[in-house]
Structure formats: C-alpha cells, structure tokens
C-alpha cells in the first residue's frame, strides 16, 4: 500500500496480482484499503516478518507499503522523527534467514502504529557500517548486523527502480545464474593478425630448411628464392626485400632475423597486395611514389631473360622502365595525385601482372604494364612527334599525331592542362611522361581512365555534364574539316540523335560521365566530336577488325593498337636497314626467289 495525499493506494505489481490494473487501484481508494485490511487478516500474513527500512542484506523484498498514519524514522535523519508515513519492508520468513532478531508481526505492527506506541526501530541502518554509536537503537545485537545485498549499491529498496513485467516475489526466493558473459575476440591488429600455431611451425620449417648450413645468413644474391619460395613474391623483387630488411646494411641476413620480420612482424598472414605494399614503400609515408618502383624495375631488367637484349643499351632501359611507371600510375592511380594507395593498389590488377611477368620467359606476352612491344610503339611515336629531339613536344608537334587525327581545338584544351598537369616545367611543352598519359586515352577509350580524360577535356565549364552546346562547340570543327576533303558532311542534329541512341543518358538533354562509363560506345562518342580518322572508321565499319574483335574479346583496344603499330614500325626499320645498303639484310629478306 502506499500514500497518496489523506488515501491509501495499492501498489498491484508488489501485491502479486498481475490482473489488479494499478489504475484501477487509484481510482478506487476504499477497494484498495479493503482489500489490503483483507490481506491483513489472511493467516499468511502472520508468516511475514518486517525488517525496518535499510537492513536489506536478506533475500528479497515482498512487498513494499507504506501507511498514511504513525511515525517514520528516516534512515538519512536518525535523530528526527517526521510526522509522514510509516516505510514498512516485509519479506518471507524463510529458515535462510536466521539472522534476523527483534522481527514483529505485522498485524501486531500495524496495531502498535495505529494505537500510536513508539516504535523501537534502528536509527540509521541503511550502512553495514552503522557504528554503535548511532543515538538510536538498533534492532540487531552489536555486530550482527547482516550485510546489504552485492546487487543493491544504494542501500535502500526504494532508491531502487522497480522492474517491469511481472514479478516473481509471490514465490520462494531463488538464486539465479546470471549468464555467462563470454569476452569478444580481438579482430583489429594494427600490425595485422598474429599467425595461427600450425602455419607459424610450417613456415619456421620451411625456412629451417633455406637457412639450414647457413648459420652465418644469406647473402643477396642468395635471397631469391627465399623470396619466391616462402615469401610467395616475384623474384625480382628480392634485392628491394633483402635491404628491407637488412636495415643494419650487413651484407647478409640470418634465419633469425628473417623470422622477425616475416613471422614476427605478422608479414606472412597478410595478403600478397599488402605485403608488396609495405615491401616498397618508404617508412615514413602510407602511400607510394614512382621512385619506389624503380628498384624493383631494374632488378627485373637484369634477370628476366625476355630482356637480356637491352643489357647494352642503358639508356633505353631507363626509358622501358619509366614507361613501366607510367602506365602503372595511369591506370590505378585514379586520383591522379602520384601517390598509389594500398586500396588502389588492391583494386588494380598489378599484382597478377607482376606475378605473370616473373613466371612468363617471353615479356612480351604480359600485355598489362610489362610488354616491351608496348614500350617501343609509345617511345616511337613520341620520337616521330619531337622532330628536334629535346624530349618535348609543343601543339604543333601533336596536331601531327595519328597523320592530324586531331582537331585544333582538343589539342588546345590537353595544353590548357585541363585533363593532366604536366610533369614538364617548360610552360607549353609536353614531357614523355604526359605523352604517355596522352596515347593511352586517345588509343584505348575504352577504359575508365581515358573516359574521365576526355570527359574533362570536353566538359568546358566543369560541371560535371555534357551539354548540347559544348559537344557542338568541338563538332564544328569536325563538320568543316568533312567539307573540306569534299566528305559529305553531317549536320548535328543528326549526330547528337546518333549520340543519345548509342549512350542512352539517363536524362537526353545532357550526358554525365557515370552515362559514359556504362556504355560500351562512349568511345566513339569521342571520335566523332574531334578525332576524323577514327570517326571516319566508325562509319565505315571494317567487317575485318569487327570480326578480329569478336575472335580476341579479352584483347583491349590498346592491345589491338600496339599490335598494328610494333609490326609497321618493325616493317618500316627492315626497310630503313635495307635502304642503308645493308646486303645481308637485303639477299636474305627481299630477295625474289627465281
């Protein structure tokens, strides 16, 4: 029961009786004075024993009522006797609790209370250590008094919030097991995840077995197939490894060292992309730089055997591999910035292009990145284009290319640096390495990078859209250049028709690049608005390439490209050799052979 201004309210949830609505119970202040006297009388509750408010060191609390009636001695003022109401605790009398002495019924209480007698209750008990010198009484010897509950932390039930839902204090007490609170796993390690038992003893086996008659370490040029065998890297990349972690420069490394860095260091539970990656890059930053490539390159120059052939030509292995560099940034390094993050790094195929050139002989067959027929066409066709041979080329030197494929005004926008900064530093020049940049959009836009290349050349206010106005503006070109080889020429109503049907926008009165990169014509798109010869192609279609296309379809518009052109270039140098007045060349390849 408990007060509610001159009423006496009950409080259904304590009075075990989950179908009494505690509003009901409000609402009817007499039904809830007769039904708690009825309890009253119940031979039950002379079982119910009272324990004043603060002991709760016992097993439970039943029922918590209070009367409108009669003193309360307050556990916060021991001394002061408030004029309030009577705080009443009453639990089972159950044989666990033995320790309790001085318990009233609660009938006889009740009597006492109303007839007025003072009660002889505790003063402040709501601490185990209530100390003897309480000014009030208490009702427990000195020192017997039981400790408070582990899981009550005020001192006082009803400080405590009540539970929700029904209640379980109409039945015995019971102690129940709190579950079993099990701890989670680590799953984050900063410096990767420590290798389990059984893979830690066969890679320590293993390279027991490489260091084994070696107490003193391996040298570097016994490293390698350390670095193929157990460490499941190209074999070029053995030198870039071995300084890695030869940090002391001793000239070798033993197994113990090795085991510390591989094993120890979390190296052999990473992935292959990873490993790499913190193989190359520099301590001090967290991405990589063209210079990190460098060491690995020239160690690939001097083993692979599809290389031999430049071992005499210094110059041009510098050249192959900054060409390697390049190409390599130009594809995963989309941001454009220098710097190859591992997530890009993840995201690009260089890893099996790598792994592909250490077991391939023939270079030439690793068509991504490593190809040396590849490398020759680019450095050809940019020596055709610098005519002086200062290793840069200005606009004039690109409007020749492709036999002046191009119209005036995307060269002008590729020198406004509108797709590419350039690397040179000679204001309206291109380096090699922009060149570079240039030959792989304009032969493969196919790709992502060619498409975000030339978007930017043509998006001329750079919002992120095509309009209507600004593909016009670069097809103006196109139409008097047709008129002016007599081509019939074809209005731009038609084309931009043409345009919508092959890229199909999402809305047809501009094109974003996302439009682009799900099309597989958004090339020709290009074409038509400043490359003729190529448009010129597209219109024409030659069932010989469509037929060539459909026989290699894993070859990628650069393969077929540079393909073409390493056989033209190889043709024209036999014929430059033969016009030379080179015999041997002459009798053995031109000959007639009557």
Request: aromatic content about 12%; glycine content about 6%.
């Amino acid at each position: 029961m408990e007060g509610c201004g001159d009423m006496t309210c009950l409080d259904a949830e304590l009075l075990q009786l989950p179908e009494l609505s505690p509003l009901a119970c409000q609402t009817n202040p007499d039904f809830g004075q007769k039904l708690f006297e009825q309890w009253l009388s119940l031979p039950d509750a002379n079982r119910l024993i009272i324990v004043v408010p603060g002991c709760y060191g016992c097993a439970g609390v039943i029922m918590h009522c209070s009367l409108p009636f009669g003193w309360l001695l307050s556990s916060s003022s021991p001394n002061q006797e408030t004029k309030n109401r009577l705080s009443i605790s009453l639990l089972f009398d159950m044989p666990s609790i033995r320790y309790l002495v001085g318990v009233k019924k609660v009938t006889s209480l009740v009597n006492d209370v109303k007839a007025g007698v003072p009660l002889n209750v505790p003063g402040n008990s709501s601490s185990p250590r209530a100390t003897a010198s309480s000014p009030l009484p208490s009702m427990f010897p000195a020192g017997s008094a039981p400790p408070l509950s582990p899981r009550s932390v005020s001192g006082s039930p009803r400080i405590t919030k009540l539970r929700a839902g029904p209640s379980n204090l109409g039945s015995s007490l019971k102690v129940t097991s709190e579950p079993v609170k099990e701890p989670i796993p680590q799953f984050y390690f900063q410096n990767g995840r420590p290798p389990a038992n059984e893979l830690k003893e066969q890679s320590t086996f293993r390279i027991n077995q490489f260091f084994y008659g070696h107490a003193d370490g391996l040298q570097i040029h016994e490293f390698k197939l350390v670095t193929k065998e157990i460490c499941k890297l190209p074999s070029f990349f053995s030198t870039t490894l071995f300084k890695k972690i030869d940090v002391n420069e001793t000239g070798s490394i033993t197994r113990d060292v090795f085991v510390d860095y591989w094993i120890n260091g979390n190296m052999l539970t990473l992935d292959t992309a990873t490993q790499i990656f913190k193989v190359l890059k520099q301590p001090d930053l967290k991405y990589l730089t063209q210079e990190d490539f460098k060491p690995v390159l020239r160690e690939l120059l001097s083993t692979h055997p599809g290389l031999e052939f430049l071992q005499g030509t210094p110059e041009f292995q510098e050249r192959y591999a900054e060409t390697v560099i390049y190409r390599i940034f130009y594809y995963m390094n989309r941001s454009g910035n220098g710097h190859l993050t591992l997530r890009e790094l993840k995201r690009g195929n260089l890893i099996d292009a790598m792994q592909y050139a250490d077991e391939e002989e023939d270079i030439n067959k690793v068509l991504r990145y490593f190809s040396y027929e590849h490398f020759y066409v680019i450095y050809c066709k940019f020596w055709e284009l610098d005519t002086d041979h200062d290793f840069l080329i200005d606009k004039e030197n690109l409007i020749r290319y492709g036999n002046h494929a191009l119209t005036y005004r995307i060269v002008d926008r590729i020198f406004s640096q509108i797709p590419k900064k350039f690397t040179s530093k000679v204001e309206g020049k291109m380096g090699y390495e922009d060149f570079v940049y240039f030959i792989l959009a304009e032969e493969d836009k196919s790709s992502e990078p060619s498409l975000e290349y030339w978007f930017k050349c043509i998006d001329l206010d750079g919002n992120g859209i095509l309009t209507r106005n600004e593909m016009q503006f670069f097809y103006e070109e196109q139409l008097h250049r047709m008129e002016c080889m007599a081509q019939e020429p074809v209005l731009f109503e038609d084309i931009l028709c043409q345009i919508i049907d092959m890229i199909h926008p999402e809305n047809e009165t501009y094109i974003t690049l996302q439009d682009l990169k799900g099309c597989k014509l958004s090339g020709s798109v290009f074409n038509i608005l400043f490359n003729l010869n190529k448009f010129m192609a597209f219109e024409t279609r030659d069932p010989f390439l469509i037929r060539q296309e459909r026989e290699n379809p894993t070859l990628t518009e650069w393969d077929r490209f540079a393909h073409r052109e390493y056989i033209r270039l190889s043709m024209e140098e036999d014929v430059e050799e033969a016009s030379n007045g080179s015999a041997e060349v002459w009798d053995e390849s031109l000959e007639a052979p009557f």
